[in-house]
């Protein structure tokens, strides 16, 4: 039988040609490029990270990385911008039905997934990973933080919050932070007792906490605001002196 000759240019056992690049829209190639860096970004350190690799991955040239975003510490920033604003808006809408311990759980659950999908992220922005403390890194994370202060207010239903109680939401923050890295870096923590950590942490702050400081810094006596009573009044409505409402101290 007489054998076909292979078409031209192909040698027997050669893998096949490699696809040429598919001509996209500016800002679906842009697009593709962050999903691809967004990724490797997630999986790797940054300092494994290449934009020679996300090149790779994207199937582009590497110069155009450079072209939409600059260096490789640019395109990390825009990926870190994408991320805390994305995490920033996992806050469920205020929902008169749940009570305050069911809205604080949700709120630390939603926190929780986010930082378990994007922990080598978050820790890199957090740590500043590979160029040191970065300005416009930490003025990212700082807005995020601004941002999800407010989130959490508007989610507690706290309708006239004072500069005190923002402070210790950003001090709750930090507590995140840690408490999240012992649990995804350190692994002395499981999810489960993060989750209980910072539900009682948060549900504390703002009932307890809080208000004490207000008093203290407005002397002795002083009654609580508004924002205060109300959230008081949902933590203790039971008449208990101390401690978290009954049903808040149930494992998720």
Request: aromatic share 6%; proline share 8%.
């Amino acid at each position: 039988m007489e054998r076909r000759a292979a078409p031209r240019g192909e040698a027997a056992g050669a893998a096949p040609p490699r696809p040429r690049h598919q001509r996209l829209p500016r800002d679906e190639r842009r697009d593709q490029i962050l999903d691809v860096a967004r990724r490797m970004f997630t999986e790797l350190p940054y300092a494994e990270v290449s934009t020679a690799a996300i090149a790779r991955e994207a199937g582009v040239q590497r110069g155009l990385i450079h072209y939409y975003f600059g260096t490789k510490r640019e395109l990390f920033l825009k990926v870190v911008q994408g991320l805390t604003a994305t995490a920033a808006v996992q806050a469920p809408p205020p929902d008169d039905r749940m009570t305050l311990p069911e809205t604080v759980e949700l709120c630390v659950n939603l926190f929780l997934d986010t930082a378990e999908r994007n922990a080598t992220t978050w820790f890199a922005a957090l740590d500043a990973e590979g160029f040191g403390q970065d300005p416009e890194l930490l003025v990212i994370v700082n807005r995020f933080r601004d941002r999800t202060v407010e989130h959490m207010l508007a989610v507690l239903r706290v309708p006239a919050p004072t500069g005190t109680l923002r402070a210790v939401l950003r001090v709750y923050s930090g507590l995140a932070d840690a408490a999240t890295r012992q649990w995804l870096q350190e692994r002395t923590l499981d999810r489960a007792q993060v989750q209980t950590l910072l539900t009682r942490s948060l549900l504390s702050m703002v009932t307890d906490i809080a208000p004490a400081l207000e008093a203290r810094g407005g002397g002795p006596g002083r009654p609580l605001e508004a924002g205060d009573r109300l959230l008081h009044a949902a933590a203790y409505g039971n008449g208990e002196p101390d401690g978290l409402p009954a049903n808040a101290g149930s494992e998720p």
